[in-house]
């Protein structure tokens, strides 16, 4: 299956697993992101909150395949784990962060997609992720029906994401089961 990835997330994934990375984003959920990057609209941002070492990130990229009118931002919290990211060979429009993006979406903006694959964002403070979605823009959780390991804490927090985005008014929501399951949320415009 690797000879069939792109170049930028196979080099992203041999980052994981020289450095035992076993949390990265799962080609389903990749393939997925890379086409959402794609219809972005010219002069549009991207947020993925939890870079990892970059695999969604690289799917992120490949969607958006060369443009240079689109701004992506990536924030890590764990320092190590950043680290190993920007060794990655990163587009321009490409910039990663390191920090707590709780303590970051005062400074970040708005975005057209955010990919939230971190705990913060998504089990806590999803609504600071939901208020930094532009009209039309949209928000993608995965993890959202994972295997046997799941455990209580796991089952109540995706519980909880899940009633925030299939209740919230502004929001139309989806949910997909490719991979471990993700959820697709629009602000709605308007």
């Keep these: 299956m690797n000879d069939r990835l792109p170049k930028g997330v196979h080099a992203a994934q041999a980052r994981a697993t020289e450095a035992g990375f076993p949390l990265s984003c799962e080609p389903g959920v990749g393939r997925f992101l890379a086409a959402l ?3 972005v609209p010219p002069g549009g941002r991207v947020l993925e909150i939890g870079t990892g070492v970059g695999v969604g990130t690289a799917w992120l990229v490949h969607g958006i395949d060369g443009r240079q009118d689109i701004e992506l931002i990536s ?3 764990d320092p190590a784990t950043a680290a190993i990211a920007r ?3 990163w587009p ?4 990663l962060r390191q920090g707590n993006v709780l303590d970051l979406f005062d400074q970040l903006g708005t975005f057209d997609l955010i990919f939230a694959d971190a705990q913060g964002g998504k089990w806590e403070r999803l609504d600071r992720t939901i208020g930094a ?3 039309g823009g949209m928000v993608v959780v995965d993890d959202m029906t994972p295997p046997v390991w799941l455990d209580d804490l796991h089952r109540r927090k995706t519980a909880e994401v899940r009633a925030q985005l299939f209740s919230h008014a502004d929001l ?3 949910e997909l089961a490719e991979a ?3 959820i697709l949320a629009t602000r709605r415009r308007g």
């Design 172 to 174: 139309v929501a989806a």
């Design 75 to 77: 924030v890590e919290l």
């Design 37 to 39: 990057a794609a219809g």
């Design 92 to 95: 321009r429009y490409v910039t």
């Design 133 to 135: 979605l532009r009209p």
């Design 180 to 182: 471990s399951g993700m």
């Design 87 to 89: 060794r990655g060979d």
